[in-house]
């Protein structure tokens, strides 16, 4: 089994950064620099949808047209941490994010579909204000 914790939510203006940090813990051992990771959001009243994520076979990223050229999904296996750096942050950004990870190295087209991921973090709250 594998835990994931989300920190680094909080309350910013429009336009400011954050950045989410995901560390994982219990079964952590070289496979889990494999694993396929993945960033989902619900915003109050909607349903949770893909926000970004990284193939585990080599890194390549994904994102959501609206998150396109302003957040940046980052990989540190050294610390079994997966981060989220948010810039240029607008309303429509408040959300509950969550980590996910999947010991498939690649989902292929399912990436961003959540019933595809193993491990979820409890969320953490990203609020911007205007």
């Known amino acids: 089994q594998v835990q994931l914790v989300e920190s680094g939510g909080g309350l910013v203006q429009a336009g400011g950064s954050l950045r989410l940090s995901c560390a994982a813990s219990?079964?952590?051992?070289?496979?889990?620099?494999?694993?396929?990771m993945g960033w989902f959001r619900q915003a109050p009243g909607k349903e949770r949808e893909f926000v970004a994520g990284m193939r585990g076979i080599d890194g390549t990223t994904y994102y959501v047209d609206s998150v396109l050229g302003r957040f940046t999904i980052v990989r540190d296996n050294a610390k079994n941490t997966v981060y989220l750096q948010m810039n240029s942050l607008k309303d429509e950004d408040t959300a509950v994010y969550y980590c996910?990870?999947?010991?498939?190295?690649?989902?292929?087209?399912?990436?961003?579909?959540?019933?595809?991921?193993?491990?979820w973090g409890q969320g953490t709250q990203v609020t911007v204000s205007s």
């Open positions: 996910a990870a999947d010991p498939a190295r690649d989902l292929g087209a399912y990436y961003s579909q959540e019933n595809r991921y193993d491990y």
């Open positions: 219990g079964r952590t051992d070289s496979t889990y620099s494999t694993y396929t």
